[in-house]
């Protein structure tokens, strides 16, 4: 995963003005959209997965400036995954919430598509 980010960001560097202004106007509709299909999955399971990050104190070895080892306190930072049960009556009100919200915007990205298209024309070749 992390090799992929800068890959996604260097591609993203890439995109004409055009498309990441369109990219720019539809992300509160996608982001609406996601919202929605992580509602229906939590919704199914009856849980939310969350992630946390504790940093816990392990016995390990320390490399010294002579370039020998020794014994030594040292701090590591593991993901812990749990599991909370959702309340489903907050989250179908979300969703519906969400669903009403959708039209709203959709239109709004593509007034801000068509709105791009009009600052960003396509150079001709």
């Given at each position: 995963?992390?090799?992929?980010?800068?890959?996604l960001l260097l591609l993203a560097a890439c995109a004409t003005p055009q498309e990441r202004?369109?990219?720019?106007?539809a992300a509160p509709y996608r982001a609406a959209l996601k919202e929605r299909a992580e509602i229906a999955k939590s919704l199914a399971r009856g849980v939310d997965i969350v992630t946390e990050y504790e940093t816990r104190r392990v016995f390990t070895r320390c490399e010294t400036k002579e370039g020998g080892w020794v014994p030594c306190w040292d701090r590591e930072t593991y993901p812990v995954t749990r599991r909370i049960p959702v309340d489903p009556?907050?989250?179908?009100?979300?969703?519906?919430?969400?669903?009403?919200?959708?039209?709203r915007l959709e239109r709004a990205a593509e007034r801000g598509a068509a709105a791009c298209l009009q600052a960003f024309p396509e150079a001709d070749s």
């Open positions: 995963m992390r090799q992929l980010v800068p890959i202004c369109i990219n720019d106007a009556a907050a989250l179908k009100a979300r969703d519906a919430q969400l669903a009403r919200d959708l039209p």
